[in-house]
């Protein structure tokens, strides 16, 4: 379609408005961080969308950022397409910070861009495996500024009333601890999943390298069983060469002392033996 960064001006207007479609398909159309920036823009005011595509429409790191800013505020979008674009390692950063604020988005597509940061794959990865440990931290991330918000409220209405705030004082206070409390738990269960995953790919590296010693050591096996046939087949063979020739020398003795023997009776023979010789 070929729509660039006007076009796409003029259609973020409009889906800033529409709260019907669901599904938006807007590969390859020289989209570029302008357009990136008008989408984003409509994606903080959008509550109906649930997947985008928008491969192959030359978007960098500067729209990649944008549309990480609108990813933090929109929590509808679950599938989002930004393959074959050119988001290098300062958008995929941005992408991994909106994962962390965002616990809806299950699926993000970023093949054929320009990522040479491995840690920074493998932590968007890890965040879009971790789909119930990402909605945990929001659903507390929620807690605490309904617990501060809910702070705020009483002061204003102790300082409206004049009363003794002590009592809501205390409240807070224990809810914020046990936020407090929660959140330690959940990062220390972060940290000893990492850890187990770490344990489980050091053995996985451990068996792959025994295994291959395993066959290294059965291929040699079998080369050298191959030889010691061979060489087998050859000495039986120089043993029946041998044998053969052997026979054939006794045969032809044989057959000569049969000879001399008739010779001895036979002048005549004798005479002609002689003559040969």
Not at 63 to 79: H, I, M, W
Not at 209 to 233: F, P, R, W, Y
Request: hydrophobic share 40%; with cysteine; proline share 0%.
């Amino acid at each position: 379609n070929n729509i660039a960064s006007d076009g796409m001006k003029r259609l973020a207007a409009a889906l800033k408005v529409n709260q019907s479609v669901q599904e938006l398909h807007m590969g390859e159309n020289c989209m570029g961080n302008d357009g990136a920036k008008s989408f984003a823009d409509a994606l903080t005011a959008n509550t109906a969308l649930q997947m985008i595509s928008l491969y192959g429409n030359n978007i960098g790191d500067e729209g990649a950022q944008c549309l990480a800013t609108s990813f933090k505020e929109n929590q509808n979008l679950r599938v989002i397409w930004l393959h074959e674009n050119k988001i290098g390692n300062d958008g995929a950063q941005s992408l991994v910070d909106a994962l962390q604020c965002n616990h809806v988005i299950e699926k993000l597509f970023l093949l054929g861009n320009r990522i040479t940061n491995r840690s920074v794959e493998n932590e968007i990865q890890d965040l879009l495996a971790d789909f119930a440990g990402r909605k945990r931290q929001a659903q507390d991330a929620q807690r605490v500024l309904a617990a501060e918000q809910q702070e705020e409220d009483a002061i204003v209405s102790s300082n409206d009333n004049g009363g003794d705030t002590t009592a809501k004082d205390k409240e807070i206070a224990m809810l914020k601890a046990a936020l407090k409390s929660k959140d330690k738990e959940m990062k220390a269960q972060a940290e000893e999943i990492a850890a187990l995953k770490m344990v489980l790919k050091n053995q996985i590296t451990y068996k792959d390298a025994e295994i291959a010693g395993l066959k290294a050591v059965l291929d040699n096996s079998n080369t050298t069983t191959s030889h010691s046939m061979v060489e087998e087949e050859i000495t039986d063979l120089k043993s029946n060469t041998k044998s053969n020739t052997m026979s054939g020398v006794v045969v032809e003795e044989s057959a000569f002392e049969d000879a001399r023997d008739d010779t001895d009776n036979d002048p005549l023979i004798l005479h002609a033996v002689a003559s040969t010789e």
